[in-house]
């Protein structure tokens, strides 16, 4: 074990044999763990059961399990009967390790016994479930989603990778799980984020699957931005076009398994040869999460990106209303637009903090002053487009090529 780890280690006795001990002999076992002791119940005979386990508190510092088997005396001191210690460095998180002891004494076998060892850890990292990783790092947290992101490095290659571990509380809802994660691992690989490996961990009380995907070459977005701007060099339209179409065939694919919400945030997104993310996916999350999450941001971070449909139901939520029902799809596609509007100007995009003032007419009068393209004004425009009942889908923007 490659660092400290917290649980419980498990012991049982599994079989005994004394072969010429009779029902007089009374045998219990004594084991001491990190100077704390336990003890077994007394059994008796020459093929003594115990049916008890023996649970301790754990780290995996501690190398030494020692054990004492008595004999315990009616009247008297009990006798100790054969005492040793175990190697812990044997231990493989939640799998079952059997030690055969034998008892011996003045050079002859007097008999022998067999113990069960397992380690149930409180918690797990990406290299105790693979152990070709070398390093990890913890990004982020999403606790809605029982998912943590590191990044690490993985042998043979020592490339870094993003180590993507998801926790379940049961074999059958991961397997319930899997089929969708393994679509959304194929939809990651559109942005340039090829999963390299999905890995399965069963435990004793929990199930994991360990993502393991490739780190994209390249800027993120958001610093490909600054530079722009501290340079003053605009994106050719073909560039933008480009990145917008990748973001759109990621956005497209999501919306064929999941009606959830995915935010868009610029921090999440990756500037490499094919559009990437720079997480391991567009996060779907909740309103609720979401505000929690904009605490970590950087404040020209937070509100830029979120649509007035979100941005009405964020001050809903602030002041402890009920939020509306809303087409999150739309809502993304908007947000989507802002980030674009964003690359095309250079600028600070539009601000939505006054979402109820005159959001179309100043949508319409920012697109119309950009120096792009009849049809690329128009994607904007379709895709800014605030009109509840007007409804552009991935698709559509994906196959329209025209200026209208």
Request: hydrophobic residues 35%; charged residues 25%.
């Amino acid at each position: 074990m490659s660092k400290v780890l917290e649980g419980v280690l498990e012991i049982s006795i599994l079989n005994a044999e004394f072969p010429k001990k009779s029902s007089r002999f009374k045998p219990y076992f004594e084991f001491t763990l990190a100077a704390k002791l336990m003890k077994t119940k007394p059994s008796s005979g020459s093929k003594p059961e115990w049916k008890e386990k023996i649970a301790f508190q754990y780290t995996s510092d501690s190398k030494i399990l020692f054990y004492k088997l008595y004999d315990k005396v009616i009247l008297g001191k009990d006798k100790v009967y054969s005492d040793g210690h175990i190697d812990l460095n044997i231990l493989r998180i939640s799998y079952k390790q059997e030690q055969l002891i034998k008892v011996v004494k003045d050079n002859k076998e007097k008999g022998k016994f067999k113990l069960s060892l397992v380690f149930f850890p409180y918690k797990l990292y990406p290299s105790d479930i693979l152990s070709e990783i070398t390093s990890e790092n913890f990004i982020c947290a999403n606790p809605s989603s029982n998912e943590e992101i590191y990044q690490g490095v993985q042998k043979p290659t020592n490339k870094p990778v993003y180590l993507n571990m998801i926790s379940f509380t049961s074999i059958n809802f991961m397997q319930n799980c899997q089929k969708k994660i393994i679509k959304l691992s194929s939809i990651k690989a559109l942005g340039s984020c090829n999963c390299l490996n999905i890995i399965e961990k069963i435990t004793e009380n929990s199930a994991y699957l360990l993502l393991v995907t490739e780190i994209p070459e390249g800027l993120p977005l958001y610093e490909e931005i600054a530079r722009r701007k501290i340079n003053s060099t605009p994106w050719k339209e073909q560039e933008l076009l480009e990145f917008l179409r990748g973001f759109l065939m990621i956005l497209s694919a999501y919306e064929e398994i999941t009606t959830y919400h995915g935010d868009i945030n610029i921090a999440n997104l990756q500037v490499s040869p094919r559009v990437g993310i720079r997480t391991l996916g567009i996060w779907y999350k909740s309103i609720e999460s979401y505000v929690l999450d904009l605490q970590s941001y950087q404040p020209e971070m937070k509100f830029p990106y979120l649509s007035p449909f979100l941005m009405e139901n964020f001050y809903l939520y602030s002041k402890k209303n009920p939020m509306k029902s809303i087409d999150f799809i739309k809502s993304d596609i908007f947000s989507l637009g802002l980030v674009f509007y964003h690359m095309a100007k250079l600028s600070a995009p539009l601000g939505l903090n006054d979402y109820t003032n005159n959001i179309d007419f100043r949508i319409r009068e920012a697109v119309n002053g950009l120096e792009y393209s009849e049809m690329f004004k128009s994607k904007l425009r379709k895709m800014l487009d605030t009109n509840p009942l007007k409804k552009v889908t991935c698709s559509e923007l994906l196959s329209d090529n025209t200026g209208n």
